[in-house]
């Protein structure tokens, strides 16, 4: 078990935690929240012993091996294989034993160590370092790679695997998500979730906490409150505390307009239900928990893109890759106004490479890629990061852009990506990955783009401006081509989903479930394909007739719902009910209307799912 009991915490002399009591159980796995700033790192370097309390006390059990993520690879000569093992420091003081007991010739030190050595399952070490770099993305020509020749992104895997190749009782995890791809985020989830040991992790992912954790401890106002339950939950509670104030209301109204628009285009054709089915989900859940983000710092939108050429980019039989190899071929891609993709795709397969292409920043190695007049990229990659003056300001980066428009201009638009006051005039070099993050989104949105490519926008971001960013691209009205492996951000801002895969592009017919279940599919021959999959998953369909008068009933109960609801939005949008002594009944109300949004989300599912069925069993488009 580990206690806090009334701990005070503070970091270069300020204040991040006072009086704090915690107790978390052998085995739990909790998120911790909070927004930059509050703590969240340093309560880390508190259980790693870099950073001591101020007052009050800390207990873990002495016996307890903490394993955590560490900031810097040392360039070494050793194979990424090996410096995985190193993360399993007794199975290394065990084998360095071995060899010492081996050069003297001790045959009873010899037997004793190799006894250790299978009780820590040493036999099986290299398998199970071999699986845990399979599992983040390395290939097995990695394994003896030397350290130093990876990227940096790819340090980072390493460093994780070693953390994880751990035989830990505490492990903290500080955006593991950080530079992985969706189907590393996914294995990754997985391992987590059968991890045996007590797990405290920081993460932005609002998707990845949900499937991960049980627990989340939240620090604001220099306490920490853990609250039972996922990510999820965690939001609904906060936004219950959040209901009374009445701006929520207001920005809830036009934060979800966008996707209501979108199920209500498909609620009359349903050649799109699977999309359409995930875009209810996240409406439905979008409304409970906008309340919790009411009082976020970030406030920003696109801005209306000025005329966008039909079509806006053309890829005609392209090829796309590095120098003269050629990754990706046959590519044939129209994109259109207002056309929303999010691309899939295995570590590898070629996803980067295709947006590079599309922006324009590599020519194709074969065929034609063609550009509308007038389209306007806003193009956002890591490697952008790079190109910010380090010694320069968000506000000169934005004179320099666009030098006709008065700074107070740019200081209130600024603003709205949290750059106030003394920030805006601050040298860019000392921010944060976040923070340049913010300003390069801030430059990319400023200049009007007609088709915005996104190349993991969301890297660095925290959960506060990943909402507002999911918010802004829901109500975008432009095109957009997005790469993530932030499940809630593609599932909430794409339409479609387009498939990369064995050297080629193909249109993606599901959802993100079905994704997961076509990456647990054979990666050689014999696989099968998406379609396949996603009929596979289909529940079996009753008589034409059933399902008919199942609809109609839905139908009427969702008109019930929604008139119901009606009503009680427009009182709760009155000021005058705020000033009613009775707050029981405001309360009550309040909670109602999250009872509605609901019951609306899981009616609307069944709407579409039982349309769904009908659809395939007549073997036509509903019309």
């Avoid at 300020?14 to 703590?39: D, F, I, W, Y």
């Avoid at 209501?260 to 875009?279: E, H, I, P």
């Avoid at 939108?301 to 796309?320: Q, T």
């Avoid at 609809?551 to 009182?571: C, G, H, P």
Wanted: charged share 25%.
């Amino acid at each position: 078990m580990i206690l806090l009991r009334n701990l005070t915490l503070a970091r270069a002399g300020r204040p991040l935690l006072e009086g704090v009591n915690l107790s978390l159980h052998t085995g739990q796995k909790v998120g911790l929240t909070g927004a930059n700033g509050c703590g969240k790192s340093s309560l880390f370097a508190l259980f790693t012993g870099d950073l001591h309390q101020e007052a009050g006390d800390l207990e873990l059990p002495p016996s307890w091996v903490i394993a955590h993520v560490g900031q810097e690879t040392p360039a070494l000569a050793s194979g990424a294989l090996d410096f995985t093992l190193d993360g399993d420091t007794e199975l290394r003081q065990i084998e360095a034993a071995l060899r010492e007991a081996e050069d003297k010739h001790d045959g009873e030190a010899i037997a004793h160590l190799h006894m250790d050595y299978g009780h820590i399952d040493g036999y099986s070490a290299r398998a199970r370092a071999a699986a845990l770099l399979h599992g983040l993305g390395f290939a097995d020509a990695d394994f003896a790679r030397p350290v130093v020749e990876f990227s940096g992104g790819w340090r980072v895997r390493l460093n994780l695997a070693q953390a994880l190749m751990c035989r830990s009782d505490l492990l903290l995890l500080d955006e593991p998500t950080n530079h992985l791809d969706l189907d590393a985020v996914i294995w990754l989830e997985g391992w987590l979730r059968a991890y045996r040991g007590t797990l405290l992790m920081i993460s932005h992912d609002r998707d990845f906490l949900d499937a991960v954790v049980g627990h989340i401890a939240h620090i604001e106002g220099r306490r920490l409150k853990l609250y039972t339950g996922n990510y999820s939950f965690f939001e609904r509670a906060r936004a219950e505390q959040l209901a009374l104030q009445q701006a929520m209301f207001v920005k809830q109204q036009r934060e979800i307009a966008h996707l209501k628009s979108y199920v209500d285009r498909f609620r009359a054709k349903a050649t799109k239900a699977r999309q359409a089915q995930s875009r209810i989900k996240a409406l439905a859940r979008m409304e409970e928990v906008t309340a919790a983000h009411v009082d976020t710092p970030f406030e920003f939108r696109f801005f209306e893109p000025v005329g966008s050429p039909d079509p806006l980019l053309m890829l005609e039989d392209a090829a796309a890759g590095y120098g003269d190899i050629a990754v990706l071929q046959g590519l044939t891609l129209t994109l259109r106004p207002g056309e929303r993709l999010g691309l899939l795709g295995r570590n590898g397969a070629g996803k980067s490479t295709l947006i590079r292409l599309l922006a324009g920043e590599a020519p194709p190695l074969a065929g034609i890629r063609r550009e509308g007049k007038g389209l306007k990229i806003g193009y956002f990659a890591q490697h952008q990061l790079e190109q910010l003056r380090p010694d320069e300001s968000p506000l000169w980066h934005m004179n320099h852009l666009d030098p006709r428009t008065r700074d107070q201009d740019f200081r209130n638009y600024l603003g709205g990506f949290n750059f106030h006051g003394e920030m805006a005039t601050a040298k860019v070099g000392p921010f944060s990955g976040g923070e340049k993050s913010r300003l390069a989104l801030a430059l990319l949105i400023w200049q009007k783009p007609n088709l915005l490519l996104l190349d993991e926008p969301t890297n660095h971001l925290d959960l506060e401006m990943r909402h507002a960013l999911t918010l802004a691209l829901s109500e975008y009205e432009g095109a957009m081509v997005l790469v993530s492996h932030d499940r809630h951000l593609l599932r909430t801002t794409c339409d479609g989903l387009a498939l990369v895969s064995g050297g080629s592009l193909k249109p993606f017919d599901g959802d993100l479930d079905d994704y997961r279940k076509w990456l647990d599919q054979p990666t050689e021959g014999g696989k099968v394909s998406p379609q396949e999959t996603a009929k596979a998953a289909a529940p079996k369909r009753t008589s034409d007739r059933n399902l008919s008068r199942e609809i109609e009933q839905v139908e009427r109960r969702m008109a019930q719902l929604t008139e119901e609801k009606q009503r009680l939005d427009a009182r709760l949008a009155d000021p005058a009910s705020y000033a009613s002594p009775d707050k029981a009944a405001l309360q009550k109300s309040s909670a109602r209307q999250v009872d509605l949004i609901r019951l609306l989300g899981e009616a609307e599912e069944k709407w579409l799912a039982l349309h769904e069925a009908l659809e395939h069993q007549q073997g036509v488009e509903l019309r």
